[in-house]
C-alpha cells in the first residue's frame, strides 16, 4: 500500500464573541462536503509550516501555530486503482490577517468555498470522522 503525508490547520477565530472554525468545500466532492484546509508536504517543509502555508492557501487567511492537535489516519482509492494509506497531521492555528474565501485563482481548482463556521457546529458538518475529533479538540481547548 502507498504512503501519503499531509498536514492541515484547525483555525479558530472569534467573531463578536463567537467561536468560528474556517472549513473549505473541495472541489470535486459531492454538495455539502465540508472540510478542514490540509494538503501535501513540499520537499523540506516541516508540517506546521506545511498546515500555515495549506490554510492561507485555501482561505485567504494567515494563522499562528498554538499547537499539535493529533493525526487523522485513512485509507483511501486512487483513481489508478492504487490504495492509499494517509496520515494527516493537524494543528491549532489562531486567526490572523486576510479575508475569508480570499484565495488565489489557481486554488479554486481546489477549493469551491472557504467559510467560518461555528465551532459549536463544525463537529456535526464536517464530513470526516477524524476532522471532526480535531475540531472538538480545538472546541474544548478554546472554553478553558
Ligand atoms: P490533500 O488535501 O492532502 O492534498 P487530496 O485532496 O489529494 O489531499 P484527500 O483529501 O486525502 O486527497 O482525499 C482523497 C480521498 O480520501 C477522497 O475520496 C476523500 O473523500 C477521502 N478523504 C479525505 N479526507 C478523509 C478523512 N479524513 N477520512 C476519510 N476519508 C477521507
Redo the contacts with the bound molecule.
Keep these: 500500500m502507498e504512503r501519503?503525508f499531509?498536514a492541515?490547520g484547525v483555525l479558530v477565530k472569534s467573531i463578536r464573541g463567537r467561536p468560528m472554525v474556517a472549513a473549505i468545500r473541495?472541489r470535486g466532492?459531492p454538495e455539502g462536503?465540508w472540510?478542514l484546509p490540509?494538503?501535501?508536504l513540499d520537499p523540506g517543509e516541516r508540517p506546521d509550516e506545511t498546515a500555515l502555508r495549506?490554510v492561507f492557501e485555501e482561505t485567504g487567511v494567515s494563522g499562528r501555530l498554538v499547537e499539535k492537535l493529533g493525526d487523522?489516519k485513512?485509507t483511501?482509492?486512487?483513481r489508478d486503482g492504487v490504495r492509499?494509506f494517509?496520515i494527516?497531521s493537524f494543528y491549532l492555528l489562531r486567526a490572523g490577517r486576510g479575508r475569508i474565501g480570499d484565495i488565489e485563482e489557481r486554488m479554486r481548482i481546489?477549493v469551491d468555498e472557504a467559510r467560518w463556521l461555528p465551532l459549536d457546529d463544525a463537529p456535526r458538518l464536517l464530513?470526516?470522522?477524524?476532522?471532526r475529533e480535531m475540531v472538538q479538540k480545538a472546541h474544548d481547548r478554546f472554553g478553558s
Design positions: 501519503e499531509s492541515g473541495p466532492r462536503v472540510a490540509k494538503g501535501n495549506e487523522v485513512y483511501y482509492t486512487r492509499v494517509k494527516v481546489e464530513a470526516y470522522g477524524g476532522e
